[in-house]
């Protein structure tokens, strides 16, 4: 329920796209909107009025790729409360992550590692990226940067994982808990 006009909910869908070990990102050229330059998110984007998750993914990877993807894996939820900087807007934002994987064998968003322009804006591109926590370093959501990495290293087995990051009262949870204890005891 939305109480103020000056609030949002928003829902989104996301695609971990790996290509020759790389992450396929979307990047800007210039500082868009309220983000630094060189800051990048995963494709994707909102989804529509009565669109069922996946579909609206695999429209959202073939409008800014131009590839066809199947589905493999929910990979993540992640739920995060922030405040636009540019608009004062205060979003509630549910997103979907899941791995993707092209239908026909050679598709590639960015063949040979090339910077490939994104159909939505003209100062953005899609590029692959190495998956480390320090290339990691300018994705967003910020949770990427630390999940991300492992979670390829160890084939996704520990997913899909449930985030909460609530940026006004600072409170960050990961779910399953076990998993956590999990991996720092290993």
Request: proline share 5%; aromatic share 8%; glycine share 6%.
């Amino acid at each position: 329920m939305i109480k103020k006009e000056s609030q949002l909910i928003n829902i989104i869908v996301r695609a971990i796209l790996i290509e020759a070990g790389k992450l396929v990102v979307v990047k800007w050229e210039k500082p868009a909107l309220e983000l630094p330059s060189e800051t990048g998110i995963l494709i994707g984007g909102r989804v529509e009025y009565g669109e069922e998750l996946t579909e609206a993914l695999v429209r959202e990877v073939k409008e800014e790729t131009g590839v066809d993807v199947k589905v493999e894996k929910l990979l993540y939820t992640h739920q995060q409360v922030f405040v636009s900087r540019r608009t004062g807007t205060e979003i509630h934002e549910l997103g979907w992550y899941f791995l993707v994987s092209p239908i026909n064998k050679g598709d590639e968003a960015c063949p040979n590692d090339s910077r490939v322009s994104n159909p939505d804006l003209d100062i953005m591109f899609n590029e692959r990226i190495p998956i480390t926590e320090k290339d990691l370093s300018v994705i967003y959501p910020v949770f990427l940067r630390e999940n991300l990495p492992a979670d390829v290293a160890t084939g996704f087995i520990q997913t899909p994982k449930t985030i909460y990051t609530n940026w006004r009262t600072n409170r960050h949870e990961t779910w399953p808990q076990e998993w956590m204890a999990f991996e720092q005891v290993n």
